[in-house]
């Protein structure tokens, strides 16, 4: 991961770190259909002029494959889920993903999208972009290549606390 903040007073953090995401095998939700247990490792650094500061973190989610999409669960007995994505994947296509958030929606926006990143260079991607009704300066781009998953993803936010931009670079994948 690499970006920046920059306050609204103009002072500017850099951004670094790594997000390593591991299937850790499967289980079952409560209402019986299989899930893929996820666990995202979160290593991040934040630098201004002055100091520095390392943050850490890991999370537990769950990946539901519902044949026609793919649904991101916060854990095994909850019916509320993120639609991650849409199949098969439509050109211009939307939906809400995630219902506690109206005000978002995901669209499809290219089915040919490029992109470069350390692991190699993906054509034929899928770039899904989140928008937010209420924050116009506000949105969220997913790269998806056939056969590998998330290759990249950008974060850009821009209101008057300040303005984020965040890129997230796939950098290795092992899939078995």
Request: hydrophobic content about 35%; some cysteine; glycine content about 6%.
């Amino acid at each position: 991961m690499s970006g920046y903040y920059i306050t609204a007073t103009a002072d500017t953090i850099t951004i670094s770190g790594s997000n390593i995401t591991e299937v850790l095998g499967v289980t079952t939700h409560q209402q019986g259909f299989q899930l893929y247990t996820l666990q995202d490792s979160t290593t991040t650094i934040m630098t201004t002029p002055d100091t520095s500061f390392t943050s850490t973190d890991a999370s537990i989610v769950y990946a539901y494959d519902a044949d026609t999409e793919w649904r991101m669960y916060d854990d095994t007995t909850s019916t509320d889920y993120e639609l991650l994505i849409k199949l098969p994947v439509i050109l211009g296509d939307s939906w809400i993903p995630d219902t506690p958030e109206p005000t978002i929606t995901r669209t499809v926006l290219s089915l040919s999208a490029s992109v470069t990143v350390p692991a190699g260079t993906y054509t034929n991607c899928a770039n899904l972009r989140d928008t937010d009704s209420t924050e116009p300066d506000f949105y969220f781009d997913l790269f998806f290549s056939r056969g590998t998953g998330l290759v990249q993803y950008l974060i850009n936010i821009n209101d008057s606390t300040g303005t984020v931009h965040l890129l997230y670079n796939l950098s290795s994948s092992i899939i078995n």
